[in-house]
């Protein structure tokens, strides 16, 4: 069994920072790429950013220069530092990490729960 727990979301005022968490625990064997979307109302789902097992990242233009992905291997988690927060970044954030368990041998990818985001003064 594999479970995913994201923390960190809040309500900040424009400007502000915040970190996400992402953490994932149970039976697994290796991981690779990691990272988040978003979803806010009237908008699409969006790619922010992600990371590979190489340390490479890639983020939305949106956010680029703002936010920063880092991943720590050992505890299976996934962060996202976020900075110079604007209103328009207000949405729900969802976490993903491809993994394998040790009782398979695909890869899947599992979701966190989703935690909230809101800018606003």
């Known amino acids: 069994q594999v479970h995913v727990v994201e923390s960190g979301g809040g309500l900040v005022p424009p400007g502000g920072s915040l970190r996400l968490s992402c953490a994932a625990s149970g039976d697994i064997f290796s991981s690779s790429s990691m990272g988040w979307y978003r979803q806010a109302p009237g908008k699409q789902r969006e790619l922010v950013a992600d990371?590979?097992?190489?340390?490479?990242?890639m983020y939305a233009d949106s956010v680029k220069g703002r936010f920063t992905i880092s991943r720590d291997n050992a505890k299976n988690t996934v962060y996202l530092q976020m900075n110079s927060l604007k209103p328009e970044d207000t949405a729900v954030y969802y976490c993903?990490?491809?993994?394998?368990?040790?009782?398979?041998?695909?890869?899947?990818?599992?979701w966190g729960q989703g935690t909230q985001v809101t800018v606003s003064s």
């Open positions: 993903y990490q491809d993994l394998k368990t040790t009782s398979g041998s695909s890869w899947y990818r599992f």
């Open positions: 990371i590979n097992t190489s340390y490479s990242t």
